[in-house]
């Protein structure tokens, strides 16, 4: 079984509540966009058609054990899919 859990997705019918379209608006509008955490914050962004193409690529694919792992003493580390999604933070520092 794989579980799959999705953080920030965005795309063509994403909620307009979203970080990414409201620093998009406000910068299109020539407003100051809003800075948290002393501007330190940290924020992936997925596009949902790279969503779709992950969970594709792994519906057939039969889950295998993760070397290591204990029900008894599980570690969430342990059970990554590597080489499944490839993303990049996006960081956000203000001067």
């Known amino acids: 079984m794989h579980g799959l859990r999705f ?8 909620r307009p509540d979203m970080a990414l379209f409201k620093f998009t ?6 407003r100051p966009i809003p800075v948290f955490n002393r501007g330190e914050m ?8 790279d ?3 992950g969970v594709i690529r792994v519906m057939g694919k039969p889950a295998a054990p993760a070397a ?6 599980p570690d969430p580390r ?3 899919l590597p ?5 990049s933070a996006t960081t956000s520092r203000s001067s």
């Open 7 to 14: 953080f920030t997705v965005y795309g063509p019918w994403g």
């Open 83 to 87: 080489g499944v999604f490839s993303t």
């Open 68 to 73: 290591g792992w204990s029900g008894d003493h």
């Open 25 to 30: 608006e406000g910068i299109l509008a020539g």
């Open 78 to 80: 342990r059970a990554m």
């Open 51 to 53: 969503i779709v193409e």
């Open 42 to 49: 940290v924020r992936d962004f997925t596009y949902v058609d």
